[in-house]
């Protein structure tokens, strides 16, 4: 886990927030598939002839038809993504672990039917097979990369991530994000941010993120109005 600060006070004390709605990214903030993804992209640069250290510095949190365009355009088309994004699961599933507390989360959203979808920069295949070998809740709304012109930092996906739960542009939605560039979506988003400390550091979090917590486990669902539909989230532990 790269906080990268030293002793970081994770010691904000327990608040409950009402939203209207919750937007999960995927990688980094479900599911640490860290592992599995270098070794994608060493495949993927060896077939490429492109050094892979230095598609790595740049691929996270972005589109792989974006990061393709730069390096192979001729890849760069949503049928060549989807087919070798959708082999990531079952390939390299072994080096992908849960983002501590996803699954409880995840679980108990759905279990109360609150509005919940995830909204990432990957494919369909590559984010349903994910969840398949974790054995993940799926939610009943998905944003993925083929679904939006522009990827995060533009706002484009969390905006249509919050059109798809039904949700008003004032409505009070919360965005649970790993990467700067999906924190930049989501505040441009006019969406409240909780920034996990699973990829980047805290100083690449600060000053963006309305709290910083370590990982999912700070994160808990608490209930659901049975009359306005919102969800009230406890955060704790957050960085002071």
Request: aromatic share 6%.
């Amino acid at each position: 886990m790269p906080l990268l600060e030293e002793n970081p006070s994770f010691t904000g004390r327990p608040e409950i927030h009402n939203f209207a709605g919750i937007l999960f990214d995927m990688d980094g903030t479900i599911v640490d598939s860290t592992d599995a993804i270098v070794k994608h992209w060493h495949k993927i640069g060896k077939e490429l002839g492109v050094d892979p250290a230095v598609i790595l510095q740049s691929s996270h949190g972005r589109r792989s038809i974006d990061t393709l365009q730069l390096y192979d355009p001729s890849k760069a088309n949503w049928e060549y993504v989807s087919h070798v994004e959708g082999l990531i699961p079952h390939q390299f599933g072994l080096d992908a672990v849960e983002v501590p507390g996803a699954r409880n989360l995840l679980a108990s959203l759905e279990a109360a039917k609150a509005p919940w979808a995830i909204v990432t920069s990957g494919t369909r295949p590559l984010v349903t097979g994910w969840l398949d070998v974790m054995k993940l809740a799926h939610p009943r709304n998905l944003v993925v990369a083929e679904d939006v012109k522009e990827g995060k930092p533009d706002p484009e996906c969390y905006r249509l991530g919050r059109e798809r739960l039904g949700l008003s542009t004032k409505a009070r939605v919360l965005v649970v994000e790993d990467s700067p560039a999906g924190i930049r979506a989501g505040n441009a988003a006019s969406c409240s941010v909780v920034g996990l400390a699973t990829t980047h550091s805290i100083a690449q979090l600060r000053g963006t993120s309305d709290w910083i917590v370590k990982d999912l486990q700070s994160v808990r669902f608490v209930h659901r109005n049975a009359d306005t539909g919102e969800v009230g989230i406890e955060i704790s532990n957050w960085l002071e």
